[in-house]
């Protein structure tokens, strides 16, 4: 997916006013490591791109940065070019989102020597634009197109993985950046959160050379965050409204209905009176999924998927979630369809599954977010199954070994 330009000139960004730089000097990392210039222009980093209430020096920031990026084990000298590009799930939210508030900002970027991109959690861009040609293969010379990762763990300290990292607004000049090929560029980055539950969706970015970072606009980063925010919530409510429309159709012909997303739960009456609470919540962990194609989806529905009449008790070893049509409240036993798939094969499923959960979170000491990211599931997902399998501490801090 190439980068967009534009060929038109304005001065859309101006230097700002004579007295808004905070200077700050530091040296090196107390492993050794250089981390920046001697001198970092802070142009007020910490009070225009985080909350005054939890604002971090930018210095502190850059150091904690480049030791995780040391620790790590990656080298300054990676080059970009050797990193495969990861695919990106065109039909994502963010994804569209992206699409459609980056065609409107390269026209803003009018012929500037500025690019803007946005990533997702992981630091994968999604769409990149730039201002004109020039500096749309000044990008794509670093590998800052879609599908290229920037996290620390791939690239070392930058805007965006840094911003995954520490969940605060940043800006990287030059030498701050832990990658050599990113260092004659500027970039100033804030992490995007959905704007209900503050769950985070990705990043924009904003980058110039070194000498135009006079350029860089917190406003205008901060305009694109908006306009982002929007267009994300205009989707989602796109998306409640057509589950909507279908769980109202549906309900017409069966009566015992739930229509469930990651972000919205429908049940009729009849299912009500039918379905538990740990139903629902099977429900809902059963589509919190990471984002996947829907050939994906096909692929694995067409592995054998079918519909069979057995006893209730039986069901807890189908590969798939089950829910009774019926649940009298005086029958102890009795028949459901249930849709399932290799029910035999369930205990072995459980027990390779158990064992999964286990070495993620020993290989993340127990972090369970990190484990989460690390098998590609939610953590709420992660500690359904903590739970479900009764999964104690001792069996991956390592005390049993």
Request: include cysteine.
């Amino acid at each position: 997916m190439p980068i967009r330009g534009a060929c038109t000139s304005s001065m859309l960004f101006r230097r700002p006013p004579a007295g808004r730089f905070n200077v700050s000097c530091f040296g090196e990392v107390s492993d050794g490591g250089p981390v920046a210039r001697c001198v970092a222009i802070e142009h007020n980093r910490a009070v225009q791109m985080n909350d005054k209430r939890n604002a971090v020096s930018h210095g502190s920031i850059v150091e904690n940065a480049w030791r995780r990026s040391r620790r790590s084990g990656i080298s300054e000298a990676v080059e970009p070019g050797a990193i495969a590009l990861t695919a990106i799930n065109e039909d994502s939210r963010l994804q569209r989102t992206a699409d459609r508030i980056l065609h409107d900002v390269v026209e803003d970027l009018d012929g500037e020597s500025l690019g803007v991109m946005i990533t997702d959690t992981h630091g994968v861009i999604l769409q990149a634009v730039a201002g004109n040609y020039s500096f749309a293969d000044a990008l794509r010379h670093a590998r800052a197109e879609p599908g290229m990762t920037f996290a620390e763990d791939v690239l070392g300290a930058n805007a965006v993985g840094t911003v995954i990292e520490s969940g605060l607004g940043v800006h990287f000049s030059g030498q701050e950046h832990f990658n050599e090929s990113m260092r004659e560029f500027a970039c100033m980055a804030i992490p995007i959160h959905e704007q209900h539950c503050h769950r985070a969706l990705g990043v924009v970015n904003m980058c110039a050379h070194v000498s135009d970072e006079q350029r860089l606009s917190a406003p205008f980063i901060r305009s694109i965050l908006r306009q982002v925010l929007q267009g994300y919530a205009d989707i989602v409510d796109g998306d409640r409204k057509r589950l909507f429309s279908r769980y109202e159709t549906a309900c017409e012909r069966y009566g015992s209905v739930v229509a469930v997303s990651a972000d919205s739960l429908f049940v009729s009456n009849e299912a009500m009176r039918t379905l538990t609470a740990d139903d629902i919540r099977c429900l809902q962990d059963w589509v919190d999924l990471p984002d996947t194609r829907g050939d994906d989806c096909q692929n694995i529905l067409a592995r054998g998927i079918r519909i069979v009449d057995m006893p209730g008790d039986a069901a807890r070893f189908g590969a798939l979630f089950w829910v009774p049509q019926r649940r009298p409240p005086v029958v102890d036993e009795m028949e459901t369809k249930a849709l399932i798939s290799s029910a035999r094969n369930r205990q072995r499923i459980d027990v390779i599954e158990r064992d999964a959960v286990v070495q993620a979170l020993r290989v993340n000491n127990g972090n369970k977010m990190m484990a989460a990211r690390w098998l590609g599931v939610s953590r709420r997902t992660i500690y359904n199954k903590i739970s479900r399998f009764r999964i104690s501490t001792l069996e991956y801090s390592g005390e049993l070994d």
